[in-house]
Nanobody, 124 residues
């Protein structure tokens, strides 16, 4: 069993930066592909970014490419999402996920665990 706890959300002005963290319990963190998803008010949850077990491979949705960076520290059982040049349309609840492959996580399936989310609000 893996528990995922997100942190780092908050209120930030457009153009600002913020880093989200997701801490995982258990000793199997490095065996999972990790991902970030988000759900904006009134919209479906969508894929944001994913990172392979070693951290050597990443994938992003087009709307965040060049602005967001996913990374992981397997020694700390933590995955991060560095978000720069934030836009009001980035406002959402951000969820951390643990899955089986980058391709599967990107498509939103093969996900074994979800966090409860952390809210980001970007003001214009």
């Amino acid at each position: 069993q893996v528990q995922l706890v997100e942190s780092g959300g908050g209120l930030v002005q457009a153009g600002g930066s913020l880093r989200l963290s997701c801490a995982a319990s258990g000793r199997t963190f490095s065996s999972y592909v990790m991902g970030w998803f988000r759900q904006a008010p009134g919209k479906e949850r969508e894929f944001v970014a994913a990172i392979s077990r070693s951290g050597g491979s990443t994938s992003y949705t087009d709307s965040v490419k060049g602005r967001f960076t996913i990374s992981r520290d397997n020694a700390k059982n933590t995955v991060y999402l560095q978000m720069n040049s934030l836009k009001p349309e980035d406002t959402a609840v951000y969820y951390c996920a643990a899955g089986v492959s980058v391709a599967h996580v990107r498509e939103g399936y093969g996900i074994d665990y979800w966090g409860k989310g952390t809210r980001l609000t970007v003001s214009s």
